[in-house]
């Protein structure tokens, strides 16, 4: 999922700065350029708050995925709690950074939003709100990538843990059966001088 997940945030943070750089372009536009300009601002920053919206909640639904895979074979092979605790902790704090990028981006769209309404003519405070939130945007972003992937790797390595923990739970298991089988089998074998008698 590491790979995965950095491939996704790469494209997203390229999108940012691919909206950012085309709305900077669209205020610097003469008249005439400037529609066209923003219209494409428009189209690439919607195109961006959906993927990056898309990023994030594919981040959470893997957390919130192998935590309940964690737990069901918590449950079933009776591990340590503190394992199921640990990935709790990694869904939380995914979460946390999840839910802020998210806001943020939509915060950052609505305010963009706001401008474009108020187009040909926008007030210049609406213009800088929307371009500080922008800002905003990519130091959230980066920081919520980061410890995504941060968090994504933990858990990955949790994933690991738990998943050799019930190979070899789940191997002990087999050889005692196997032995317990063996044991009553050779109870129950009557042996060949007993049968002459």
């Known amino acids: 999922m590491n790979r995965i997940f950095l491939s996704l945030a790469i494209t997203d943070f390229s999108l940012l700065v691919a909206s950012y750089v085309l709305g900077i372009i669209s205020v610097s536009q003469w008249p005439g350029r400037h529609d066209q300009a923003l ?56 979460f946390k950074w999840e839910f802020r990028a998210m806001c943020m981006v939509a915060i950052a769209a609505w305010a963009g939003a706001w401008v474009h309404r108020e187009y040909p003519t926008p007030m210049p405070q609406q213009s800088m709100y929307h371009h500080i939130l922008a800002v905003c945007v990519f130091v959230v972003s980066l920081a919520a990538f980061s410890m995504e992937y941060k968090i994504i790797e933990l858990q ?42």
């Open 39 to 94: 219209g494409v601002h428009f189209l690439i920053g919607l195109a961006t708050v959906m993927f990056s919206l898309l990023v994030h909640s594919i981040a959470y639904t893997y957390l919130m995925g192998t935590n309940r895979w964690v737990r069901e074979v918590v449950e079933v092979y009776k591990m340590p709690n503190e394992i199921l605790v640990r990935s709790k902790a990694n869904k939380r704090k995914g």
């Open 156 to 197: 990955g390595k949790l994933l690991d843990e738990v998943k050799t923990l019930a190979d070899k739970m789940r191997e002990e298991r087999i050889a005692s059966r196997i032995a317990e089988q063996s044991l009553s089998d050779s109870n129950q074998t009557i042996p060949a001088d007993q049968h002459e008698l």
